[in-house]
C-alpha cells in the first residue's frame, strides 16, 4: 500500500471511530426507517482503501475486517542472534503470527492507543531463532495473522534468512601501474553473502571519502582514478561489509609514474648465491615516450654480498685396531675433524667407534689361555674320539625328542583350525600354487617366492585359539604365536618379473600398452633395450604400473593408492620410448630401517624405475605419495629415505628444513601428500622423529575382516592396525582374499599419539546371537608394533561364540583409545557373513582404468588431460618469469604464491626454474579449477602478460 493509501486509511480510521460516537448519541431521536438504513450499513466492505458513502455504528472490531498498520519486513538471522517479526493491526480481536504452516505460539502481543488519532491497534512480535531456519528445507517465511468478528486477514510474507559473508572475495582487486593523467580502473567482486554486501574502498589503510572528486565508486563497487595523480600511488584495499562479517580483500599496489621519467628504485633482492660472494641488485622503470630520448642513467644498481658458506664435518681415518681386551674384543676409534663441522655445517654420519672379536686360540670363553707345550705322555687322541662320540649320542637323542613334540603340536594344532585355513608350509604352498597363478616363481629368473609366517595375534582366554584351555593370560601380555593365517611375506610385485616385450610387434609412435592379454609392450625402433638383471623387473599387477613413455610425458598412476609417477614433457629426447614403471612394496625386508632413533615409517615404500632410464632423463620426474603425518599437530623431523637398487641398503637423501646446495631432490610436503622433485628413478620413502617434550601423530586405519561363515563353528574377527593410506587397505583386502577371508565393514581412521602409551580395541557391543568369553573382549596393541614395526600383515582377533545357528547378521562396535589421547573413534560393523557375492569388496572403490593421451592408464576422475599447459605454454611463461626483474615479480614470487619456495636453491639451478615449478604444479593440482586458480596469481603477480597468455593459450574466460 502506497504512502496515499496509507494517509487515506488513517484518515477513514479517524472518522470511522467519530462518526461511531456521534452515531450512537442521536440513536434515540431516529425513526425505524433510520434504524433499518443503520442494520442494512453492518454489511458494508471496509476492505477497500476508500471510504464507503455510509458507515455502521459500534465496535468496528465486530463488522470491518483487520486492516493492517504495519506488516512484518524480511529479516536475517545473523550468527546466535535470532530475528524479530513485528505488525501492527487495528480493529483486531487476535493477532498471531504464522510461519511455513506453523502457527508460533511463543509470539508476544501488546494492545496500544495511538495518542494523536486515538486509534486503538494491536502490535505482535516473534523471535526467530538459527535452529528453527536451519532445520526447514527451503525458504523460511512468515506471516502475521489477525482476525476480527467480519473475518481474518494474512500480510505479506516475510522472509527470515541467515546471514553470512564468505571469505574470498570473487574477483580481487590487482596491482598496475599506469602513466599520470591517465583514468584508472581498480575492480573488485565482493565475496558472496546475504544481504548483499556493501562496497568501500581504503587507501593506506584510511577510508576513501566522497568528498575527493577524483575517486569515483562505481553501482558495481570499482574504484575509478578520474585523472592520475603522482600522490595517488598507494596500497588500495576493497572492503565487503553487511549485517554478518566484514571482509578485506588483499591489497593492490597502485603505482603512477610520470611519462618519461624513472619509477622509484625497486628493494634489494637477496644475494645471488647461498654460500660465497655474490651480489644484490635492484632496479626501476623508464616510462619514456616514443617521440622522447631514454631516461639518464641506469635501471639497474648491484652491490656485493657475502654468504656464509656452511663446512661439514668429514672423518679422520681410522686408528688402529687396538689388542685384545679381557672380554674378547678389539676397538678402533676416529674423529669427526677432517674438517670439523664449522659455520652451521653437519656434523659427520655414521659412528666414530668400530669393534670385533678377537681371532685364534688366544682368547677362549673371557678367560686368556697361555699356550702351552703339547705332553705326550697323554694319550690325546683317545680323550678326542671318546667326547666325540659322547657329543654325537646326545645330539641325536635332542634331535629325536624335538621332532616326536613337533609332530605333536602340529596334530594338535590342525585339529582346532578353523575351516578355511591351511596349517603347514607345504599345503599353503599347494594350494597356493592351484588358485594364484600370479604369485607363482618365474622360473626364467630363477627367483623363489619366498613365504613366512606374519601374522600375529594378540592373546585371548578362547578355546579356539592357539592357547592351551588351561592357562589364562590378561589381555595386556602379547606375544607370536604360530598363525592361523599363512599369509606371503612379500607382495606380487615383489618375486614377478617384468613382461617380456614383443620382437614381432609393429613399431608405435604413441608408445601405447599393446592390448594383449600377456601384457607385452610395442615398443619403437628408439627404445633402448633394457639391460637391468631380471631380478629388478616386476610385471603389472596390483601393485604396480608400466607404461612406455615418450617424450609426449606421462603420468603413471597406481589405482586407488594415490601414488603417481609424472613424466614431464620433453623428459626424453624425441623418437626415444623407454618402459617405465612404478610401484608400491610390501615386503617387509626391502622398507628401509625404522628401529633405531624412535624412526617410523610415514608413507608407502614406493620404487620407481628402471634405475637405467635415468641416464635419458633430460628433465626431472615427480613421484607423489600419500602420507600419514598428521601435519596439523606439527613436532615431526621429518626425512626422505632412498635406494636405487633393490638389495642396496637405504640412504638419508635429506631431512626437511635442512637443504643444502648439494640436496639433490626438492620435496613437498602437503597435508596428505608428498611430492620428490628427482633427477633419477629411485625409491623413496618418509620416516619421522618426534621431540620427547612435545607429542606428534600419525594417522593410522583399523579394518576388520573374516572368513565365509561356516554352520556350527566359531567366527574370527581379525583387526589390521595399518597406515591410513587406500593402499594399505588394498594389499591386505588382496591378501585376505586368497584365503576366503573379506572386508567386513568400511574401516575408519585414528591418530596414533607418539606417547609411548598402547593402542586399546573394547569390544563395547555385540548382537544378540553372539557372545565372547569373559575377558575376551579386550585387546591391547602395543605401541613398538604400531610406531616401529611396518609390517602390514599383523593383527589382532576377537573369536566370537555363535548361540544362535541360524545367525546370519553381525553387529558389533569396536572402541579405538589410547591413554593420554583425545582423538577417539568406534569400529562399527554391520554385515550379513553369509558372504553374498561382491561382499569381499566392501569399502573397496572401483576403479575403471582408461588410457590417456600418453599410452598410460589412468585414474584421473577430475580430468582426461594429462597435462593442463601445453609445452609451448610453459616454454613462452619461462622465457617470461626466468629472468629477474625489478619489481621481484618472476619465477621466485611464483614459486611463493604457489608455496613452493621452501626451497628455491633447487629451482635455480635448473635451466628454467618457471618450467620446474610449473611441472610441480602439474603434478598437486588436478582439479578442473586449477588453471583458473594459476590465472588468478599470475594476475595478483601484476604480470598480465603471462595472464593474457595463458588465457589465449588455453582459451579461458
Known sequence: MGKNGTKLLIFGLVNLVCWGQVRSQNSTDEGKPERKELDAGRQVDLRSQFLPDSLPTGDPVNFALPVFIEEPADNFVVKSKSATLQCKVAHALSVHFQCNDEIQEHALTEDHVDPRTGIRFTQASVEISRDQVEEFFGDYHCACVAVSGQGHSKSRMAYVTIAYLKKEFEVPPYSDQSVQGKQVEVRCHPPKGKPEPRLYWLKDGVKIGDDDPNYIVTSEGHLILVSARKEDSANYTCVAENIAAKRYSKQAEINIYVSGGWSD????????????????????????????????????????????????????????????????????????????????????????????????????????????????????????????????????????????????????????????????????????????????????????????????????????????????????????????????????????????ISDTSSSSTGGNISPRSAG???????????????????????????????????????????????????????????????????????????????????????????????????????????????????????????????????????????????????????????????????????????????????????????????????????????????????FVTETEKQFGGRLLDKPVSTLLRSSGENMRLQLDRLCDGWSVQPGANLQEVPFSHLWTNSNPNLHCSFTLRNKVPAQRTLVMQINITQQDNTNKCLLKVNTNISGAA??????????????????????????????????????????????????????RLLAERLNVHRYTAFFASRPSPTEAILNLWEARNRESSATQGLLGILRGMGRMDCAHLLEHDLQLV
Not at 676409534?333 to 659427520?348: E, F, L, M, S, V
Not at 610453459?874 to 618469469?881: D, H, I, Q, V
Open 520 to 730: 607385452t609392450f610395442d615398443r619403437s625402433p628408439g627404445a633402448m633395450p633394457s639391460t637391468s638383471p631380471p631380478r629388478n623387473h616386476v610385471t603389472e599387477s596390483t601393485f604396480t604400473r608400466w607404461c612406455a613413455v615418450t617424450s609426449s610425458g606421462a603420468r603413471i598412476t597406481l589405482p586407488e593408492s594415490g601414488v603417481t609417477l609424472t613424466v614431464p614433457e620433453g623428459a626424453l629426447n624425441p623418437g626415444q620410448t623407454q618402459d617405465m614403471f612404478v610401484s608400491v612394496v610390501h615386503d617387509t625386508k626391502s622398507y628401509p630401517d625404522s628401529s633405531r632413533d624412535g624412526h617410523t615409517l610415514l608413507s608407502p615404500v614406493v620404487i620407481c624405475g628402471p634405475v637405467q632410464a635415468s641416464q635419458l632423463l633430460k628433465k626431472p620426474v615427480i613421484i607423489s605419495f600419500p602420507h600419514v603425518a598428521s601435519l596439523r599437530h606439527g613436532n615431526w623431523t621429518i626425512s626422505v629415505t632412498s635406494t636405487e637398487t633393490e638389495g642396496e641398503s637405504w640412504r638419508k637423501v635429506v631431512t626437511l628444513g635442512q637443504e643444502t646446495i648439494n640436496t639433490s631432490i626438492y620435496t613437498q610436503l602437503d597435508l596428505n601428500t608428498c611430492h620428490i622433485v628427482s633427477d633419477s628413478l629411485a625409491g623413496f620413502a618418509l620416516l619421522g622423529t618426534t621431540l620427547p617434550s612435545l607429542p606428534a601423530y600419525k594417522s593410522l586405519r583399523i579394518a576388520a575382516f573374516s572368513q565365509e561363515y561356516p554352520q556350527g563353528s566359531d567366527l574370527t574377527v581379525r583387526l589390521y592396525c595399518v597406515q591410513d593410506t587406500d593402499d594399505a587397505i588394498r
Open 265 to 500: 628504485w625497486s628493494s634489494w633482492s637477496t644475494c645471488s648465491v647461498s654460500c660465497g660472494r655474490g651480489f644484490r641488485q635492484r632496479g626501476r622503470i623508464c616510462s619514456t615516450p616514443l617521440d622522447q630520448k631514454s631516461c639518464p642513467g641506469q635501471n639497474v644498481q648491484k652491490k656485493p654480498c657475502d654468504s656464509v658458506c656452511p663446512v661439514d664435518g668429514n672423518w679422520s681415518m681410522w686408528s688402529k685396531w687396538s689388542t685384545c681386551s679381557k672380554d674378547c674384543k678389539q676397538t678402533r676409534r676416529r674423529q669427526c675433524n677432517d674438517p670439523a663441522p664449522r659455520k652451521g655445517g653437519h656434523y659427520c654420519f655414521g659412528v666414530d667407534f668400530e669393534s670385533l672379536d678377537c681371532m685364534g686360540d688366544y682368547c677362549t670363553g673371557g678367560v686368556w689361555v697361555e699356550p702351552s707345550i703339547p705332553d705326550d705322555s697323554v694319550d690325546s687322541g683317545t680323550i678326542g674320539s671318546s667326547e666325540i662320540a659322547l657329543y654325537i649320542g646326545l645330539s641325536m637323542a635332542v634331535l629325536v625328542f624335538l621332532l616326536v613334540v613337533l609332530v605333536a603340536i602340529s596334530l594338535i594344532r590342525r585339529r582346532r583350525l578353523p575351516h578355511g585355513y591351511a596349517l603347514t608350509q607345504s599345503a599353503f604352498e599347494t594350494q597356493h600354487r592351484k588358485k594364484v597363478l600370479g604369485y607363482s616363481p618365474d622360473l626364467t629368473s630363477g627367483v623363489t617366492t619366498e613365504l613366512t609366517s606374519v601374522c600375529y595375534e594378540y592373546s585371548y582366554p578362547d578355546s579356539n585359539s592357539n592357547h592351551s584351555k588351561g592357562g589364562y593370560r590378561p589381555a595386556s601380555e602379547h606375544h607370536y604365536e604360530q598363525p592361523m593365517v599363512i599369509l606371503p611375506s612379500r607382495s606380487p610385485v615383489d618375486s614377478i618379473v617384468k613382461p617380456l
Open 838 to 891: 561382491g561382499s569381499a569388496d566392501v569399502g573397496v572403490r572401483e576403479t575403471k582404468m582408461r588410457p590417456s593421451s600418453s599410452g598410460c592408464s589412468s585414474t584421473d576422475s577430475y580430468s582426461n588431460l594429462v597435462f593442463r599447459l601445453p609445452a609451448p605454454t610453459k616454454e613462452t611463461l619461462g622465457k617470461m618469469l626466468d629472468k629477474p626483474v625489478a619489481g621481484g615479480n618472476d619465477w
